[in-house]
C-alpha cells in the first residue's frame, strides 16, 4: 500500500466534521452537497479513508445522495462504489440495508440520468450482486407474484439491449467524453443468473432477451462484449445459451468463430475469469 501524502491525510481527520456539517445543513445548502461528496469520493480512494467514511457514517449520506443532482449523484455513486473495495461483505450489506439496489433502480428508471451517473450506479450494482443478498435484492425475490419478481431488472436489461457503444475516437484523435453508460450491465447479469430467479429471467421466451443480448457481443465497448461472454461461460452447464446458437450465427457473424471456442472448450471461461479479455479486439 503506497503511503499517503501529508494531504491525504489530513483529508481523512476531516471526514468526521464533514459528515456532520452534510447532515445538519446539507438538505438546505446544494453547494455544500457538491463539495462533500467530491470530499467524499476523494477520500475513498485510500483504504484508510474508506474505512474513515465507514466508520463516520458517510454511507447513508452517500445512498440519500445518489438521487440528487448530476454532480453530486455521479460522486455519490463512485464514492460507494470504491467503499466495497475493502470489507466488502459488511458494506455491502450496510448498503443493501439501506435500500441501494433502489436506489440504482431509481437512477436506472430516469430519463434523465446522465451516462456517467448510469454507469457509476451500476458498478455499484456489479459489487452488490457479489453477494447471495444483493442478487435477490435486485431480482426482488422476496416477492410472492411471480409477474413481479424481476421487473424492475427486466426493464433496465431491456435498455441495456436497446443501448448502442459510444462514438469511436478517428485514429489520432482524442478519445471521445462519451461513456458507455450501460457496460457494467452484462457484469450484474452475470452475478444475477447465479439464482434460479435471474436465470429465468433470461429464459422466459415473451421476452426474447437471450438473442438480443447477445447482439452485444458486436459492441465496440470491451467491458460490455466480454461481460456478455462471461454471462455465457457462466451458465454453460445449464444451457441457457445453446437454443440461442443460431440466432448468434446469424446476428454476429464476425465473432461465431470467437464464440464457437466457448461451444468446444472451457479455456475461455479460464481466461476471461483471469481477466484475458483483450483477445476480443484482435
Not at 461528496?37 to 474513515?52: H, I, P, Q, T, W
Not at 460522486?75 to 435500500?99: E, P, Q, R, S
Request: glycine content about 6%; some cysteine; proline content about 2%.
Amino acid at each position: 500500500m503506497a503511503a499517503l501524502t501529508e494531504e491525504e491525510e489530513s483529508a481523512i481527520t476531516q471526514v468526521g466534521e464533514v459528515v456532520e456539517m452534510a447532515k445538519e445543513h446539507g438538505s438546505k445548502q446544494p453547494q455544500l452537497r457538491v463539495m462533500a461528496a467530491e470530499f467524499f469520493l476523494g477520500v475513498s480512494d485510500s483504504e484508510k479513508g474508506r474505512r474513515a467514511l465507514h466508520a463516520e457514517g458517510a454511507t447513508p449520506i452517500l445512498l440519500k445522495w445518489t438521487g440528487d443532482m448530476e454532480s453530486v449523484s455521479s460522486n455519490a455513486y463512485g464514492a460507494l462504489v470504491n467503499l466495497c473495495a475493502d470489507m466488502l461483505g459488511t458494506v455491502v450489506t450496510a448498503m443493501i440495508d439501506g435500500k441501494a439496489v433502489d436506489r440504482v433502480f431509481e437512477t436506472l428508471s430516469d430519463d434523465s440520468s446522465s451516462a456517467r451517473q448510469i454507469n457509476n450506479a451500476l458498478m455499484l450494482l456489479a459489487n452488490l450482486t457479489t453477494s447471495t443478498e444483493g442478487c435477490n435484492a435486485t431480482m426482488q425475490s422476496e416477492l410472492e407474484d411471480p409477474v413481479l419478481i424481476g421487473a424492475k431488472m427486466r426493464r433496465a436489461v431491456e435498455k441495456f439491449v436497446a443501448s448502442s457503444s459510444p462514438p469511436q475516437a478517428e485514429d489520432g484523435a482524442e478519445e471521445p467524453e462519451a461513456v458507455d453508460a450501460w457496460q457494467h450491465m452484462a457484469t450484474v447479469l452475470c452475478n444475477v443468473t447465479q439464482l434460479q430467479d435471474g436465470r429465468d429471467l433470461l429464459r422466459r421466451r415473451s421476452t426474447n432477451l437471450i438473442s438480443r443480448i447477445l447482439a452485444q457481443l458486436a459492441s465496440t465497448n470491451a467491458v460490455s462484449a466480454a461481460g456478455v461472454l462471461l454471462l455465457m461461460t457462466s451458465d454453460v452447464e445449464k444451457g441457457i445459451w445453446c437454443s440461442a446458437y443460431v440466432c448468434l450465427n446469424r446476428e454476429v457473424g464476425g465473432l461465431v468463430k470467437a464464440v464457437h471456442l466457448w461451444f468446444t472448450s472451457r479455456s475461455l471461461h479460464a481466461c476471461l475469469r483471469s481477466g484475458g479479455a483483450a483477445w476480443l479486439r484482435r
